[in-house]
């Protein structure tokens, strides 16, 4: 038996305009009745909505219909619809909360926006530096642990992430810093020149590659390299299970995946910074032969004349630290990610950004400290 068609008729009861409307408001019955309402309306004289819709004559009804027979009472402060049915009047509720109450308009104010960006900004970095120091005591615990029972140190797991970190890295590693040793010594020609004092562009290159660029640039480029390969290792073993495997059967994470990492890396840094040192120092006496007919052998007597080991050391304090701290960040964020692969790409990316930025902050650090004490 095919539905009512839908019917409407404008009356008035004690001088309030009221709609009656009857038969089967349901999606199919009410194509083309938008075009019939409105010409009713206005054959009525109805210039706007009524206040009241009295759909007691309602046979059959849907949400289409439920909310044409709204949109008939408006949205006044005295706008009502009543129902015989108590299934009709639940729909009509429901309807109204869900999709009649348009969300206020809000104006933003940028100022308010701007600071609120930053209230958010600050308190994810400090939930990040609480749960990155609770990440180091539990890598810490596990150390300690280790070290009271030494069989449970995985060398050949250490062995195999220094070959990646340490081993495949020196060709990187040794062409960039000596690319930078030839850019300070051009540089330092070309400025103390004009001084009459090019002679001193060794101990640019001496000091600066020992001190600062040598290990800077190193722990940038691992920071690039190993770090973000140990958050893409770990994190696609998060969204494998993998991980959650190991804690099900008793391996704890943190030593059979982050301490073999942080342990290589750490014994590793400084290897390549020394790699990086001399690289950068030969690219710089290779500079100097050519803008200074130097010879190798008067660059490097210069250089043990005026350098003296201390700046070597200097470099070298600062190289096992920043491979802890690359490992740390690299690790702990491999193990938050969650979910599916973009949450890998958006961690690695992370984890860079953040090994990076915790270095150069380090490398401050240690300058001032060095400053202070005067070496």
Request: proline share 2%.
């Amino acid at each position: 038996m095919a539905d009512a068609e839908p019917t409407i008729r404008f009356t008035t009861r004690g001088g309030q305009s009221v709609v009656e409307v009857g038969g089967a408001w349901t999606v199919f019955s009410l194509r083309g009745f938008r075009q019939k309402a409105s010409k009713a309306v206005k054959s009525a004289g109805a210039g706007r909505a009524a206040a009241l819709v009295d759909a007691s004559a309602v046979q059959r009804l849907d949400t289409a219909g439920a909310l044409e027979i709204l949109q008939l009472a408006g949205d006044g402060p005295n706008a009502r619809v009543q129902a015989a049915d108590k299934a009709h009047a639940d729909l009509f509720e429901v309807v109204q909360k869900n999709m009649c109450a348009a969300a206020p308009e809000r104006r933003v104010n940028w100022f308010a926006h701007w600071l609120e960006e930053v209230g958010r900004n600050v308190v994810e970095i400090y939930r990040q530096l609480v749960n990155l120091c609770a990440f180091f005591g539990e890598i810490l615990v596990v150390f300690l642990e280790a070290c009271l029972q030494p069989r449970r140190f995985r060398a050949g797991a250490v062995v195999r992430q220094m070959y990646e970190v340490w081993v495949r890295a020196l060709v990187i590693v040794g062409v960039l810093t000596f690319l930078i040793g030839v850019v300070i010594a051009y540089q330092g020609v070309q400025q103390l020149r004009q001084f009459g004092a090019e002679t001193f562009t060794v101990e640019a290159v001496g000091i600066g590659m020992f001190r600062e660029l040598g290990v800077l640039l190193t722990a940038i480029i691992v920071a690039g390299r190993s770090g973000s390969a140990f958050t893409a290792q770990i994190g696609t073993m998060q969204v494998n299970q993998e991980v959650d495997a190991m804690r099900t059967i008793g391996l704890n994470p943190i030593e059979w995946l982050v301490t073999p990492r942080i342990t290589a890396l750490v014994i590793s840094m400084p290897l390549l910074t020394f790699w990086g040192d001399m690289t950068g120092v030969l690219g710089g006496a290779v500079a100097c032969t050519v803008y200074l007919d130097f010879t190798f052998v008067q660059f490097f007597d210069r250089l043990r004349d005026t350098v003296g080991p201390w700046h070597f050391y200097v470099g070298m304090i600062k190289a096992p630290v920043f491979g802890a701290v690359i490992a740390i960040v690299g690790c702990f964020e491999g193990l938050q990610v969650h979910g599916s692969a973009e949450s890998v790409g958006q961690l690695t990316t992370k984890s860079v950004v953040e090994a990076i930025f915790s270095v150069i902050v380090l490398d401050a650090i240690f300058s001032v400290i060095f400053l202070l004490a005067n070496v």
